[in-house]
């Protein structure tokens, strides 16, 4: 059984910081491309920031200099640490997890967390 499990949401003022973990079971963890997306009420979900098995990454450009994805192959998770946290950061943040192929226009294995609140307000 494929599981991402996300902690670490919650409520923060403006300004402050949250660090997001994502536990994967299941998989082979370093095979895998890690990524963190977000969806707020009403709008489309978005990635947020990736990170590959090979360790490339890639970020939203608004969270660019303000958060952190990296991973750690030991306790297979991926974390996203969040600082100078905005109004606008405020989601549902979900990790992610598939391996860094396509058939046809769809992801090889693709699997999500069930998501977790993160709140920004003062």
């Known amino acids: 059984q494929v599981q991402l499990v996300e902690s670490g949401g919650g409520l923060v003022q403006p300004g402050g910081s949250l660090r997001l973990s994502c536990a994967a079971s299941g998989i082979s963890f370093s095979t895998y491309d890690m990524g963190w997306y977000r969806q707020a009420p009403g709008k489309q979900r978005e990635l947020v920031a990736t990170i590959t098995s090979g360790g490339n990454l890639n970020y939203l450009d608004f969270v660019k200099g303000r958060f952190t994805i990296s991973r750690e192959y030991a306790k297979n998770t991926v974390y996203l640490q969040m600082n100078s946290l905005k109004p606008e950061d405020t989601a549902v943040y979900y990790c992610?997890?598939?391996?860094?192929?396509?058939?046809?226009?769809?992801?090889?294995?693709?699997?999500w967390g069930q998501g977790t609140q993160v709140t920004v307000s003062s």
């Open positions: 992610n997890a598939h391996l860094p192929f396509r058939v046809g226009g769809s992801r090889l294995n693709d699997y």
